[in-house]
Structure formats: C-alpha cells, structure tokens
C-alpha cells in the first residue's frame, strides 16, 4: 500500500486531537504511566482511526496545516479537561472533607495530578478512577473522541470566543462545585454537629479543652461518616460518567 502525503497529513491531524486529550483527560493523563506506553497507544488509536475519519477544509498550504494541528491539539485539551472536571470536583470534595477533619496538612505527593494532595482526597479521587475503568469510562472516552470527529471533521474550524462556548465553561465550574459539595455535605454536616457539641460543652464545662479534644475527635468522626455514606457515594460518583459524557458533547456543540 502506497501511502500519500495527504494520508500522512490527515494521521498527524487527527494525533494531534488524540494527544492533546490524552495530555488532560483522566486516567490517560496519569503521570504514572510511562510516556512510550502512553505514546504507544495514541499512535494505536490513531491508526485505528485513519481511514475512518472524515476531513473537511483540508489544509493547502504549510502555514494552514501547522495552525490546523494547533487547532486539533487544543481542541483535544477542551474536550480532556471537559472530561476531566468530574475528578477535579471529586478531588475538590476530598479537600473539603480533609479540611473539616483537620488532616488538610497531611499531604501525600499525587502522580495523576503531580501535586499534593490530601489523605481523604486521594483516597475519594482513586475510588473515582478505579470506578471510571469498573464502568468502562475509558470505553466511553474512546467513544466521546470518535464522535467528536463527526461533529467537528478534521480542518474544521473552531470558535473558543462564542458566547455558547463561554457560557458552557461557566457551567462547568458551576458544576464543578456543585458536586463537590453534594460529595462532602454529609461529613460537613457531621463535623459541624460536633463543632456545636463541643460548643455547649464549653460553655457548659469551660474547664475541657475542647480544642485540643476536637483534634482527635473529628478525624475519626468523619472516618466513621465516610464508612457509612461510601455505598452511597459510589453509586453517586458512577452516576457521573453520564455526566461526563454529556458535558463533553455540549462542549463540542458550543465550538461547533
């Protein structure tokens, strides 16, 4: 089989969209997983995807070609980030919940995000990943990226400054806290009835140190809680991969 230029040049567009996902989306972005692996398989990925792909406004020239791989790229980000923001509400939560329970300074260094991170944090967030691969969320990745070359074919055109697409990354952040939140409200609410105890033991017995007993009691009250809402929040956190697949797809809607 001979192969073209324009065949070489469509394989670079649509690696381009593959890699700027893969540099923001969950699990993928990890930086855990060695960069030959991850390389390995968006090159897979896009061989898979070659001749399948439609293309529209090829680019004719070398100028238009570099900034149609720029464009590609970063629609691959918008699209891994709008995927992404599921985790980062649920990390956001675990930081909430970490912050109630006093243990906001026990931080752990985290591969996927390459930051610190708390103990209750991490703990919700590789609940959240392991949940994504249980529920097959990276079958549902590969999909989101195969029809968001249906939705915006190769060369095509996109507007980051349309007031639909501004508007969908405000939702976003809307959302984003939102199910943090509802993730954390219960051991917030727990932590804050322990909060008004220890208020009247004080005033009732000003002779406790209800701070200091306070530092031992909420770690494992809220331990306690997280024990008792976990089935919970496990059917909540699955319940999100629809979510996430139907805010990706608004996303490629508004940059149409």
Not at 47 to 56: D, G, K, R
Request: avoid cysteine; hydrophobic fraction near 60%; charge should be neutral.
């Amino acid at each position: 089989m001979i192969i073209t230029l324009p065949q070489i040049e469509v394989f670079l567009l649509i690696l381009a969209r593959i890699s700027g996902l893969f540099s923001t989306a969950p699990l993928f972005s990890a930086r855990s997983i060695p960069s030959l692996g991850k390389t390995a398989i968006i090159i897979w990925i896009t061989a898979l995807m070659w001749f399948v792909i439609p293309v529209s406004n090829f680019p004719s020239s070398t100028i238009s070609f570099f900034l149609a791989v720029l464009t590609e790229a970063t629609l691959g980000i918008i699209l891994g980030f709008a995927v992404n923001i599921i985790f980062i509400a649920v990390q956001a939560a675990g930081e909430l919940i970490d912050l109630q329970m006093g243990l906001s300074v026990a931080q752990s260094f985290d591969p996927i995000f390459g930051a610190n991170i708390s103990i209750v944090g991490r703990f919700i967030l590789t609940m959240a990943l392991t949940l994504f691969v249980i529920f097959n969320g990276h079958h549902m990745l590969l999909s989101i990226i195969h029809q968001s070359f249906r939705l915006i074919p190769l060369g095509g055109s996109i507007n980051i400054t349309s007031p639909k697409f501004l508007s969908e990354i405000i939702s976003l952040g809307t959302i984003l806290w939102s199910i943090a939140i509802q993730l954390a409200g219960p051991i917030i609410l727990i932590i804050f009835l322990s909060d008004f105890a220890f208020g009247i033991v004080s005033r009732v017995a000003p002779q406790v140190n209800v701070f200091m007993l306070g530092f031992q009691v909420k770690p494992a009250l809220g331990l306690v809680g997280i024990l008792f809402i976990l089935p919970i929040m496990t059917k909540y956190i699955g319940g999100l991969l629809a979510v996430m697949a139907e805010e990706a797809l608004k996303i490629l809607g508004a940059l149409r």
